[in-house]
């Protein structure tokens, strides 16, 4: 949330008081915030224009992507392939990028995965171009240029989530487990009893979780179950 509204000094600042680094042990249950951190690392690049940090991050988010997909952590993968792209593209490794990207979406066509691609915004929406012209037959990166431009009023324009979200249809739609889970966060059940409930793990529930806030553009249970209220999603049955 820093980054997205611009204040790279205090995510630094966070990454810090985590005490994250690109040289950690990796694991699952910190995958989320050293993704956090590669995002950050990227961020100060663009920021200061250093020709270090996109070769810096490239090491760690190999180890990153490793880790994800020996746990078959497929979505952690794509977003790890897409942050990889960016660290291609930054460096002026235009091949690189678009091979990672490549990578990223054909894991994400089949789930129809769009925000991970669409909220990174104007890189991303550069090398989507590209691809489409290199295989104009390649319906998915076309839908994802357009769901860029709906976001936010042009590929190159700002991808706020909260914006997106106040539309009457999501440009992600929610899973039917996600669906499941959002009927149970606007509960009174706390985190490890909905867990026990969806007969998942804790951090499973999470990763759902994190997927809902991401999909509503809100960052926490309250705000979710509010927009899922606007968006009448707590009272639709899964596979409607």
Known sequence: MLLTHG??????????????????????????????????LLAA??????ESAPSAVAPFLRRLLTAAETGGRTASAIEILVLQARAHNAHGDAPAALAALERALT????????????????????????????????????????????????????????????RHELVEPLSDRELEVLRLLAGDLGGPDIARHLRVSVNTLRTHTRHIY?????????DAVRMAGRLNLISRAPGR
């Not at 995510?11 to 995002?39: F, G, K, M, N, P």
């Not at 553009?217 to 309250?222: C, D, L, T």
Request: glycine content about 8%.
């Open 45 to 50: 690049h663009t920021a200061d224009r250093s």
């Open 107 to 166: 894991l994400a066509e089949p789930q129809g995965h769009v925000r991970v691609f669409v909220d990174d915004g104007p890189p991303i929406a550069t090398l989507l171009r590209t691809l489409v012209r290199q295989r104009p037959n390649w319906a998915y990166p076309c839908r994802l240029l357009d769901a860029a431009t709906q976001i936010g009023g042009s590929t190159g324009g700002e991808t706020g989530p909260s914006s997106a979200a106040m």
């Open 7 to 40: 204040d790279l000094g205090e995510a630094l600042a966070w990454a810090r008081r985590q005490c994250l680094t690109t040289d950690d042990e990796l694991s699952y249950v910190r995958e989320y915030e050293h993704i956090t951190l590669a995002r950050i």
């Open 214 to 222: 991401t999909k509503l553009g809100v960052n926490n249970r309250r």
